[in-house]
């Protein structure tokens, strides 16, 4: 992963990564601030795809503009089922399901305090 110039802040890429879900129809979108509960990132983002071309589609969108924007090369993986697909950014992780697969994995239910969701 390339890390991308000093002056971006993680709360700048939650909101290029909030903006470019919302641009792309994703539904259910959910942030998970994650800062002072784990190091591996300060945001988490939850979305939902109608279908896994939808899915994988607003994955690769996302990525491209990170890309774009910022000059950031995030990781992605699960683009080619498009049951769920993870995005690395470094500091933001984004995960993408369909409806189904976010059903099953319940991972708001893990991060977010009890009785919020």
């Known amino acids: 992963m390339t890390r991308p110039t000093k002056d971006l802040t993680s709360d700048t890429l939650l909101a290029e990564?909030?903006?470019?879900?919302d641009d792309d129809k994703a539904e259910e979108i959910v942030q998970i601030d994650l800062r002072g509960k784990?190091?591996?990132?300060?945001?988490?983002?939850?979305?939902?795809?109608?279908?896994?071309?939808?899915?994988?589609?607003?994955s690769e969108k996302l990525v491209a503009r990170l890309k774009?924007?910022?000059?950031?090369?995030?990781r992605m993986e699960g683009k080619?089922?498009?049951?769920?697909?993870l995005i690395d950014t470094g500091d933001v992780i984004v995960h993408v399901f369909r409806?189904?697969?976010?059903?099953?994995?319940?991972?708001?239910k893990m991060w977010l305090p009890a009785g919020s969701v």
């Not at 990564?17 to 879900?21: G, K, N, Q």
């Open 17 to 21: 990564v909030l903006a470019s879900l």
């Open 38 to 58: 784990t190091q591996m990132a300060d945001h988490m983002v939850i979305a939902s795809g109608r279908s896994s071309r939808q899915v994988a589609a607003i």
């Open 68 to 74: 774009e924007t910022f000059g950031l090369t995030a």
């Open 80 to 85: 080619d089922t498009g049951d769920w697909v």
């Open 99 to 108: 409806p189904e697969v976010r059903e099953f994995y319940q991972l708001e």
